[in-house]
């Protein structure tokens, strides 16, 4: 593993870690992550069967603090490639999770919203400041933001750059977990473990049917779930025999 790189990544027991790797910028997104997230979600999107969950977190003292202001986008570059790069990892098969401590600000935050879930250390800050630098978010934060925490509470943090406590963000249905700091890396793996002991197959089921019935009106959306339901999981039977022997 190469400590230069601006994204570190570590597969075990079909969990992979994906660290932002730049922490003299508090991991600063700059477009060397963007490329290096899109080639492991493209790894990741063809590993479905032996990685099971992944974890994007940061390395130093913050997760993310926004995007690197230092590293505007080359003349000519495709002013899309960013967002598209979050909507691939949105779109992975397998559950993610952003575990957060330090700073989720701005282009980080936007990061942490394409995962399923948000898991947030104690002292950990929200914030969306793209108006402290006259900045509109772009990569999917109205949306996704909107969506987390409803559309007034989402003005309010686009609207007055507040600083959010992890505690709070947890309250307001932003983050979906929120742990003492000391035991952060021990809840975080404790929530993939549980993650990785369910079924993958049923993971990816239900994240593909919870997107596939976003939007969806109650007919539409029961009718989904009836005539396009995925069935059992190859192991179904192994795992019913298994809790058999138990009872």
């Not at 974890?55 to 690197?68: E, T, V, Y």
């Not at 202001?69 to 080359?74: E, F, H, M, S, V």
């Not at 947030?120 to 949306?143: I, R």
Request: charged residues 25%; aromatic residues 8%.
């Amino acid at each position: 593993m190469d400590d230069a790189k601006p994204l570190l990544r570590h597969d075990s027991e079909g969990l992979c870690v994906l660290t932002l790797n730049r922490p003299d910028q508090l991991n600063a997104l700059n477009t060397a992550i963007f490329r290096e997230l899109e080639a492991h979600a493209a790894d990741l999107e063809a590993k479905q069967d032996s990685i099971g969950c992944v974890i994007i977190r940061g390395n130093g003292r913050s997760f993310c603090a926004g995007a690197d202001l230092k590293d505007p986008p080359a003349p000519g570059a495709d002013p899309y490639y960013k967002a598209r790069v979050l909507e691939r990892l949105e779109a992975l098969p397998q559950p993610l999770i952003a575990a957060v401590h330090g700073h989720c600000f701005t282009g980080g935050l936007e990061l942490a919203l394409a995962c399923d879930f948000i898991f947030a250390a104690e002292s950990t800050k929200f914030a969306d400041t793209h108006g402290k630098w006259g900045m509109v978010a772009g990569w999917g934060l109205a949306t996704r933001l909107s969506r987390r925490v409803g559309v007034t509470k989402a003005k309010e943090m686009g609207m007055t750059g507040t600083h959010y406590p992890a505690p709070q963000a947890a309250a307001m249905g932003l983050a979906n977990f929120c742990v003492a700091d000391n035991q952060f890396d021990e809840e975080l793996h404790g929530l993939a473990g549980r993650i990785l002991a369910n079924s993958w197959f049923t993971n990816r089921a239900v994240k593909k049917m919870m997107v596939d019935i976003d939007g969806l009106g109650l007919g539409p959306s029961l009718a989904q779930e009836r005539y396009r339901h995925p069935g059992r999981a190859p192991d179904y039977a192994q795992r019913v025999a298994g809790f058999a022997k138990k009872t």
